[in-house]
């Protein structure tokens, strides 16, 4: 470039000069000088323009100087082996517009994993990962195969497939999980460390927990202020029916003390939460029985019967061991723990509501945690204080009035507590059913 530029202004200069001279010249001269001043003027345009092509040319290079070159060929090998594993490569045999059988299973199995495949081995390889990680940080607790994280891992995976097995007989899958429970419980030869009982009571008392807070957010407070009488007599008549009968059946023809007998009657006559408060969210979410207020209604009553159920258990439990001690005291036991229990649930809801800020950006998260964890306060705590029938109802008063609280401020009944709520209740599910069967003891029935 910085010759062409030196020509041009040579050729230039020389052109001017020559036009000066002609202008003093002779015309013919004149013209002669004309024409030749044209010519170097045209011939420097063409030096420039040669130049110019030749830059242009070399600008259109790669930077470093070099040809592009075109990418190499696929290499023989990894040619021939896709097209050895083209037959079950998905990208290679797409599925026909009108598939069969035949080619949704053949769809199903091809590579990459996709689908339900994909999915259980995700599940299969956290489900290992999780053990693995439980062996290395806890060590004895989880070796197999006695320990109680193993059993416990154990126990869920089969409770679960056996559940889906039952569903698609028709059948409630929370009988294949407590079946499973039965079946590992009952194993010849099984044995378990002596963290188990500890374990399995405290996961029962966390499922429960769990159950309880989506019975209180399921409840809809304008059919439960319409139904509140009914709630009530639905809640106590068939539980104080079925413990009478249960006390005088037992006293008659198994000879037990009629203490002993109401006691079983409580025991037998209560409902249990984890099989009603599913089946009815269910309906509810599906609009059955939504304008009646059935599923409220009997969500309530299972509630209720389930307090109750527990408070005469324990009032009868501590008069029978503890007969040194005052009538009165033992009698409000049942009172006490209600009125505990309501005080308890309405405050921490009220904690609940006001807690986090509506301009947190973790709202929904922090919402759960603060709700979660006062339901696990008020069920262990009350326990630890021998309040146990306050445990539950302070769970299901918090979740119920917390749901009050978050629908004023604009909350709809999806929301982030229910969503992870529900999500808990699969993995819990199992967890509880799986436990209550390995409670059993097939040996004990025999004897």
Request: with cysteine.
């Amino acid at each position: 470039m910085p010759a062409a530029i030196w020509t041009g202004f040579l050729l230039w200069q020389r052109s001017v000069n020559l036009k000066n001279k002609t202008m003093n010249g002779a015309g013919g001269d004149n013209e002669n000088g004309l024409e030749e001043a044209d010519k170097l003027s045209s011939g420097s345009s063409e030096v420039l323009d040669a130049e110019q092509k030749h830059a242009s040319e070399a600008d259109t290079l790669p930077i470093d100087g070099q040809v592009q070159v075109p990418p190499p060929a696929k290499n023989g090998f990894w040619s021939s082996l896709e097209s050895k594993c083209s037959p079950i490569l998905v990208s290679e045999n797409p599925l026909p517009s009108n598939p069969t059988k035949k080619d949704l299973f053949l769809h199903a199995i091809r590579c990459p994993p996709h689908g339900k495949i994909a999915k259980i081995l995700t599940l299969t390889l956290v489900i290992v990962s999780l053990w693995a990680t439980c062996l290395g940080m806890l060590g004895k607790v989880a070796e197999p195969p006695n320990g109680t994280i193993f059993i416990l891992i154990i126990l869920v995976v089969v409770a679960l497939f056996f559940g889906w097995i039952f569903s698609l007989v028709r059948l409630p899958p929370l009988l294949g999980m407590l079946l499973t429970g039965i079946l590992i419980k009952n194993i010849p030869g099984m044995t378990f460390d002596t963290y188990w009982t500890k374990t399995s009571s405290i996961l029962r008392g966390v499922a429960l927990v769990v159950i309880l807070m989506r019975a209180g957010l399921g409840l809809d407070p304008q059919a439960l202020k319409r139904l509140s009488v009914m709630v009530f007599r639905l809640a106590f008549t068939p539980c104080l029916a079925e413990t009478l009968t249960v006390a005088v059946a037992s006293h008659f023809l198994l000879n037990f003390p009629w203490i002993w007998g109401f006691m079983l009657g409580f025991v037998l006559a209560a409902v249990s939460p984890a099989v009603v408060v599913p089946c009815l969210l269910g309906l509810q979410e599906r609009g059955y029985g939504v304008d009646k207020g059935i599923p409220t209604l009997v969500i309530a009553a299972a509630s209720v019967d389930d307090v109750l159920a527990i408070s005469g258990f324990t009032i009868l439990l501590g008069i029978t061991f503890k007969p040194t001690q005052d009538i009165l005291t033992v009698v409000f036991q049942g009172p006490k723990e209600v009125v505990i229990g309501l005080l308890f649930g309405i405050a921490w809801a009220g904690l609940s509501v006001m807690l986090p800020g509506k301009d947190d950006t973790m709202m929904g998260k922090l919402r759960f945690v603060m709700v979660f964890l006062g339901g696990l306060l008020a069920y262990f705590g009350s326990k630890s204080l021998h309040l146990d029938g306050a445990g539950a109802l302070a769970v299901l008063v918090m979740a119920f009035v917390a749901g009050i609280g978050w629908r004023k401020r604009g909350w709809s009944n999806d929301n982030a507590v229910t969503s992870t709520l529900s999500d808990l209740w699969v993995v819990f599910q199992p967890i509880l059913f799986g436990l209550i069967g390995t409670e059993i003891r097939v040996s004990f029935l025999h004897s």
